[in-house]
Each structure stands twice: as C-alpha cells, then as structure tokens.
C-alpha cells in the first residue's frame, strides 16, 4: 500500500511562491511517476506537473510552464514542487498522485494514477 502526504500549502500574495511538498511511503518507486494536480472549487482537476521517480523525466502543463519547477528527493522518498510568480488562477487544493503507467503521454489523466494524498490548499491572493 502507497500512502502519500502533502503539504507546504498556504496563503500568498500574487507573485510570491510556494514549496510543496509530497512525502511517499509503502512501497519502492524506481519505476512510477509522480503528479501534481489541482483543482479549484467548481472545476475539474488539472494536471500540473509529473516526474519520472528516477528524475530524468519532467513534464508540465503549459500554463506553469516557467514558474513551476517539479523535482524528487530519492533519499527523503519526497517529491517537491517549487511554485514560483504565484497568480490568483493558481489557487487550488493541489493534490499529488502515484502512476505506475510507463508511458509519461498517459500522465496528464488523473485516471492513470493508482494513490492520491488528501490535498493541501493553495490560495493566492491578488
């Protein structure tokens, strides 16, 4: 069983940043990926980000695409996503998600992932 947590969510102002952080348990990740989604209230949950465990592999959704920085920290079994140049559009639950699909193509579904933490709040204010 995976279990993942996140946290380092929080109140900031537009163009301000913020570090989350998703610490993973239960099983060894060579092989999966690793996603952050989010959603707002009243919309669907969006893909952020992903990253291959092994780190030689990121993706992002275009929208934080050079603001956002996804990495992982083999050692802490911890995957962080810097967020940087905040907007208010970014407010969101974020949540982080464990695939064990190979192919990244299937990471943006939220179907192809098989555990999800509970969420961690991200509001910018403008």
């Known amino acids: 069983q995976v279990h993942l947590v996140e946290s380092g969510g929080g109140l900031v102002q537009a163009g301000g940043s913020l570090r989350l952080s998703c610490a993973a348990s239960?099983?060894?990740?060579?092989?999966?990926?690793i996603g952050w989604f989010r959603q707002a209230p009243g919309k669907e949950r969006q893909f952020v980000a992903a990253?291959?465990?092994?780190?030689?592999?990121?993706y992002y959704e275009d929208s934080v695409k050079g603001r956002f920085t996804i990495s992982r920290d083999a050692a802490k079994n911890t995957v962080y996503l810097q967020m940087n140049s905040l907007k208010p559009e970014d407010t969101a639950v974020y949540y982080c998600?464990?695939?064990?699909?190979?192919?990244?193509?299937?990471?943006?579904?939220?179907?192809?992932?098989?555990?999800w933490g509970q969420g961690t709040q991200v509001t910018v204010s403008s």
């Open positions: 998600a464990l695939t064990t699909a190979q192919a990244m193509g299937v990471w943006i579904n939220q179907y192809a992932y098989d555990y």
């Open positions: 239960g099983r060894t990740f060579s092989r999966y990926g």
């Open positions: 990253i291959r465990w092994s780190g030689d592999s990121t």
